[in-house]
């Protein structure tokens, strides 16, 4: 039987695309449902406030870097959306006088926006980089801070993707976007060879560090999120992490505070890692094959998938 046409980007592949018993299926799930999807390899967790939520993200980061030392470097892989969680990284480096630099502490930020080919600069108003500097590692104290060569951007590719090699990834962190990516891991085109089928799970799990083409329903989102709504100040491309680095981190932490992705939108990923139904149109589903991955839940956020008017 032939796939669905996308309801909102005919040009491309996306969840809209699935069996629709699959998403009737996945709308029905309550909270207490959620936390009955937990599994060996996938752990589902809800916080009651969004205190305890960024708290716990924070705290992620602190505990990877208190795992590293000279000889053993180790670090995390962090996202921007959220961001709630970078100043309080901060604070509690301070507050602990955790010494990054004296473990080697390591930190890669997940993806960056290209712009003319190239990953836009650090004085770009939307820069990822920007961000991370400017809500957490320039808040570390100076004799704390680890050094500048142990923050990985991904601006040459290659040497990005090298150095999951060198280094080991303790935690992968990220949130989930509207159309169920992590990082930009977005769903591919519908053409080419992918006009009747997305990709398989094992070809777009070869896929590493690059540059891709973003779903228009994450060019939205992010001006939803980060540009008051205007469109044409959000690039179109990015550079970002991929499977392939992903699979060497040893956990993926996927965090839910309900402004990046819906209710039912986090209904339907948990249910098909969980289930291990994994199809491309929806990337976060291929995590249903990574050995350690955990979604966290604001409480709040999850809501019921009803038809409510405002």
């Known amino acids: 039987m032939a796939r669905a046409i996308s309801k909102v980007a005919p040009g491309w592949w996306d969840y809209t695309t699935l069996d ?28 009651d406030t969004l205190q305890e939520l960024y708290c716990a993200e924070a705290m992620e980061y602190i505990e990877a870097w208190q795992q590293s030392t000279p000889d053993n470097p180790a ?6 959306g959220p961001t709630e969680q970078l100043p309080l990284v901060a604070t509690i480096v301070n507050g602990l006088g955790l010494n990054l630099g004296k473990v080697d502490a390591h930190f890669w930020g997940m993806d960056e926006w290209i712009e003319d080919g ?27 801070a680890m050094p500048k060569a142990n923050l990985h951007f991904p601006t ?3 040497a990005y993707s090298a150095t999951y090699d060198q280094v080991r990834c303790v935690l992968m962190q990220g949130g989930q976007g509207e159309v169920k990516h992590w990082a930009f891991n977005d769903p591919p085109k ?7 089928a997305p990709p398989a799970p094992e070809e777009y799990r070869k896929l590493g560090t690059r ?8 060019v939205i989102q992010n001006a939803r999120t980060s540009g008051g709504g205007y469109v044409p100040a959000v690039p179109t491309c990015a550079a970002t992490v991929g499977p392939v680095e992903t699979w060497k981190a ?5 965090w839910h505070p309900g402004h990046h992705d819906n209710p039912f939108g986090m209904r339907l990923s948990a249910m098909m890692i969980s289930k291990k139904i994994m199809d491309t149109s929806l990337p976060m589903s291929l995590l249903g094959d990574h050995p350690d991955v955990v979604f966290s839940y604001y409480r709040g956020a999850i809501g019921t998938v009803e038809a409510e008017m405002h």
């Open 20 to 47: 629709e018993s699959l998403l009737a299926d996945a709308a029905k799930l309550t909270a207490e449902d959620l936390l009955q999807l937990s599994r060996p390899g996938f752990t589902v967790r809800i916080y």
């Open 75 to 80: 670090g995390i892989c962090g996202p921007i």
């Open 118 to 144: 190239k990953p836009v600069a650090t004085d770009h108003p939307l820069s990822f980089a920007k961000a991370d500097m400017e809500m957490c590692f320039n808040r570390i104290k100076p004799e704390l």
């Open 156 to 158: 040459d590719l290659d």
């Open 190 to 196: 519908r053409e080419g060879a992918y006009v009747d």
């Open 211 to 218: 540059v891709t083409d973003l779903h228009p329903m994450t």
């Open 250 to 254: 040893e956990r993926v932490s996927i």
